[in-house]
């Protein structure tokens, strides 16, 4: 079992930034990507971005690249999304998610094993 837990959201005025955060917990031996999703009400879950553990090969939606970055810190068994020059349309509530092998599309939230509590992101004009 792994346990994710995020931090980090809050309110922020357009053209800010955020820094969130997701510290795993468990078995995070079986961990090979972590990504992080959002999603607003009455919409569909959203892909933000991905990373490996490896930290190679990070993705990101068209919608965030240049704006968003993601990270790791193995040693601390954590996950970073820092996110800068918000836009209105960045409020969501943003979910942390982890996925072993059988992640072959880092893109589809229901590829993944595990998802945090969520963190709300609200952005306002």
């Known amino acids: 079992q792994v346990t994710l837990v995020e931090s980090g959201g809050g309110l922020v005025q357009a053209g800010g930034s955020l820094r969130l955060s997701c510290a795993t917990s468990?078995?995070?031996?079986?961990?090979?990507?972590m990504g992080w999703f959002r999603q607003v009400p009455g919409k569909e879950r959203e892909f933000v971005s991905a990373?490996?553990?490896?930290?190679?090969?990070?993705s990101y939606a068209d919608s965030v690249k240049g704006r968003f970055t993601i990270s790791r810190d193995n040693a601390k068994n954590t996950v970073y999304l820092q996110m800068n020059s918000l836009k209105p349309e960045d409020t969501a509530v943003y979910y942390c998610?982890?996925?072993?092998?059988?992640?072959?599309?880092?893109?589809?939230?229901?590829?993944?094993?595990?998802w945090g509590q969520g963190t709300q992101v609200t952005v306002s004009s």
């Open positions: 990373i490996t553990w490896s930290g190679d090969r990070p």
């Open positions: 468990g078995r995070t031996f079986e961990l090979y990507v």
């Open positions: 998610a982890a996925g072993g092998g059988r992640v072959w599309n880092v893109r589809v939230g229901g590829l993944y094993n595990y």
